[in-house]
């Protein structure tokens, strides 16, 4: 160890570029630390100007410390603790999913998908059910039934009059089979297929889906809509509710529509009137988006027919009574960057895609890892599997099959079958018919499978080095958890550390204080005027929002104004809005209270809190003008501020370094103001070098020893570091450090 500080410099300001494999620069204890190792640490630093000539030797002592808590975890096979072997085995799990699709079936599953989004598609359709686990009669008949009312329709009768009389479709029958616009990603993937092969004005022929067999037409075609959001208002009558309740509900949307189209607020409206309980307190706004086949073929044309945001939809009869709707937000489709990760994600839930990636993935592999079949013993096999077999009889150890260099028996696939057949009995309550190749291509898949899990390190090399990282990073946060952080947790420690270490937790002398500095005793006099009480009143100009007279509705360019606002509210994050409605005395008193209603809904929908919004209702304040009633109709804004630095900002604006104020402890050294004046409680003026300023001590406190919970996080962190170097100081004594001067510089040569 005599050479350490020398080989630190020796080291770090050489061209790591030129070194060599195969040697052992550092070694620590039973372990020696190649130059590669080390380079994979270093270069990365070094290359992202990481290390300096000032901390080269701060970096290597770091790098050497680290080391020592990873030996002293291999020395004590840590590794190879149940609980840390299955948080490795999750973790490899886990991180091996992405190398076990085949990825350029993915990306064309994922471009397909949104290629297809692009269109809406109008279908109807007539279906024939096939209940769950279906018999061949039972299948053969609901085949029977489509193919003839498929032979109709080419004999020229007519799509919605078959499906309104023979499809077993309860929702869509009655419509003529009519289920509105879809697109890609929202039904069953050959649904889907059928849907985007059919031209406009055509319907398929039968095809299957795990809910029976179907024929679809194409009735129309349209772009994407993109999605919706939605605010509504709900009054609730049951389809089957008496016939006088369901006048009662009609007539009670419609006063709501009346009241909406009198320029009442629709946040007000339904607070008021929405029998909704989840979305009335948000002024019904739905939280969720809508595309157009997430809703029946009467609402999509009625709500994506609203374009303007705030348009109103026409009361519309739904199965849970009247409801009324407002358009919220409205985006189109995004771009297939934007889109590609969330339709990644959707095709590999999506069980039918999956299944097209795993078959692909499974083709792959079977090669590259040699999977070969040996085709006469499988025949023997398939032929003798109803007899049974047991013992050793030669027959059963045959090898019947292959992965890699590992043969698979007979008695392995007798086995397996055994084993599924004791499951599936177990889970469904009878066997089901399974073909004894279902059974053999299940065994081979699993054991394929197996193999080229275990093989990922060897093939990919980014694999084996994450997981190398993850070993080696969940071995040293074991082994610190363990020596540092649940040693600093225990509270009698603690305890212990702060009564024998009293004077490192010293409270300094110290104030709790108002500062105000300004340029001159004019300026100090406005700022303190305005700092007497939060929130503090700013200076900040915005133009009154005017209102059509007898109206309440923010149109062009009112809108325009309300999104300053919005601006305004979100760029100043401790700014306070007043808002103040104002009417005409011609005009209903409601009026003004309506007004301030819609801009401050219009606010809270961009996401500004009730909390940031002061109402007020001036309705019957003096008049801003006698002769011209329109000046009457607005709203007017005051703006505050609950932090001090607006202020500060306020002043600056006209003459920067004109003011500063800051409230708070001050402790010396802090603020050489603060330290001159008098510390007793009150106000004190000072005056030097063109500063005037004012100094309210709201409290004084001596220098004290902080109490235990007061200090409670400073001697966490101190015993921590105490933990840390008796630690690092044991290690080093159980595993001495050596480096290599020689074998380094010979090394550094090469």
């Not at 079936?105 to 269109?119: G, I």
């Not at 220098?703 to 962190?717: T, W």
Request: aromatic share 10%; glycine share 4%.
């Amino acid at each position: 160890m005599k050479d350490f500080k020398f080989v630190i410099g020796f080291i770090l300001c050489l061209p790591f570029a030129s070194l060599a494999q195969s040697a052992f620069p550092i070694q620590i204890g039973p372990k020696k630390i190649s130059a590669e190792s080390f380079l994979q640490v270093y270069k990365p630093l070094l290359e992202s100007d990481s290390i300096t000539k000032e901390n080269q030797a701060a970096f290597l002592s770091d790098y050497i410390d680290y080391q020592l808590k990873i030996v002293a975890a291999e020395q004590e096979k840590l590794a190879e603790q149940p609980d840390f072997k299955e948080e490795y085995a999750s973790f490899r799990k886990e991180l091996a999913t992405p190398y076990l699709v085949d990825l350029p079936t993915l990306d064309m599953l994922v471009k397909q998908a949104y290629q297809r989004m692009k269109e809406e598609k109008k279908v109807s359709q007539i279906l024939v059910k096939l209940g769950d686990n279906p018999t061949p009669a039972d299948t053969l008949i609901a085949f029977q039934k489509i193919d003839n009312l498929y032979q109709k329709l080419k004999a020229g009768e007519d799509f919605a009059t078959l499906a309104t009389k023979f499809s077993e479709d309860e929702l869509s029958a009655p419509k003529g089979g009519a289920l509105g616009f879809i697109t890609s990603l929202q039904t069953d993937y050959d649904f889907e297929n059928a849907v985007y092969s059919v031209g406009i004005g055509e319907y398929s022929k039968p095809f299957r889906t795990p809910s029976g067999y179907h024929i679809i037409k194409i009735n129309n075609q349209r772009p994407n809509s993109g999605k919706i959001r939605l605010a509504h208002i709900i009054v609730s009558a049951a389809v089957d509710a008496p016939a006088s309740l369901q006048v009662e509900a009609k007539k009670k949307i419609e006063q709501v529509e009346a009241y909406l189209k009198a320029g009442e607020s629709f946040e007000l409206v339904c607070k008021n009137y929405s029998e909704d309980p989840y979305s009335r307190g948000r002024g019904g706004e739905i939280r969720r988006w809508y595309f157009s086949s997430d809703l029946s073929e009467e609402l999509q044309d009625a709500l994506f027919g609203l374009e303007k945001i705030g348009d109103l939809s026409k009361p519309i009869r739904t199965n849970l009574g009247w409801q009324l709707f407002k358009l919220v937000d409205k985006k189109p489709l995004l771009t297939y960057e934007d889109m590609s990760e969330f339709i990644k994600q959707k095709v590999l839930t999506d069980a039918d895609r999956q299944g097209l990636i795993r078959q692909a993935f499974m083709k792959r592999v079977r090669t590259e890892n040699k999977v070969k079949v040996q085709e006469a013993v499988k025949k023997a096999a398939f032929e003798r599997m109803s007899v049974e077999r047991t013992g050793s009889e030669p027959f059963l150890q045959e090898v019947i099959f292959s992965v890699l260099d590992k043969n698979y028996t007979v008695g392995d696939f007798y086995a397996h079958v055994q084993a599924q057949q004791k499951r599936r009995i177990k889970s469904l309550g009878y066997l089901p018919s399974v073909s004894e190749q279902s059974y053999l291509e299940e065994l081979i898949e699993k054991e394929t499978l197996q193999a080229e899990e275990a093989n990922l390190e060897s093939k990919y090399p980014a694999f084996k080095e994450q997981m190398a990282e993850f070993l080696e990073g969940s071995l040293f946060s074991k082994m610190t958890d363990r020596e540092i952080f649940e040693k600093s947790l225990d509270s009698l420690s603690q305890a212990k550390f702060y009564q024998e270490n009293k004077a490192q937790f010293v409270m300094p002398a110290r104030v709790e204080a108002k500062l105000v500095v300004a340029d001159s005793q004019k300026t100090l006099k406005e700022a303190l005027d305005l700092l007497k009480q939060s929130p503090y009143p700013m200076n900040k100009k915005f133009s009154d929002i005017s209102f059509a007279l007898k109206e309440s509705k923010l149109e062009e360019p009112a809108t325009k104004l309300a999104a300053e606002l919005f601006l305004t509210m979100a760029k100043n994050v401790d700014y306070i809005v007043e808002i103040s409605g104002h009417r005409d005395a011609s005009e209903a008193d409601s009026l003004s209270e309506a007004r301030v209603n819609k801009v401050v809904a219009y606010l809270n929908s961009k996401g500004i809190s009730s909390q940031r919004i002061i109402q007020k209702d001036e309705a019957n304040l003096k008049a801003a003008s006698k002769t011209v009633k329109t000046k009457n109709a607005r709203v007017s804004f005051r703006f505050f501020s609950s932090s001090m630095e607006d202020v500060v900002k306020r002043f600056n604006a006209l003459k920067p370094g004109s003011l500063e104020a800051k409230e708070g402890y001050f402790k010396k050294g802090v603020s050489p103001i603060v330290d001159s004046v008098d510390w007793t409680l009150g106000l004190k003026s000072y005056e030097a070098a063109g500063k005037f300023a004012q100094v309210e001590v709201k409290k004084v406190e001596p220098e004290r020893i902080r109490s235990f919970e007061e200090a409670r996080g400073l001697v966490i962190r101190a015993l921590q570091e105490r933990l840390e170097k008796e630690w690092v100081a044991k290690l080093k004594q159980q595993y001495p450090v050596v480096i290599h001067t020689a074998e380094l510089e010979k090394i550094l040569k090469n």
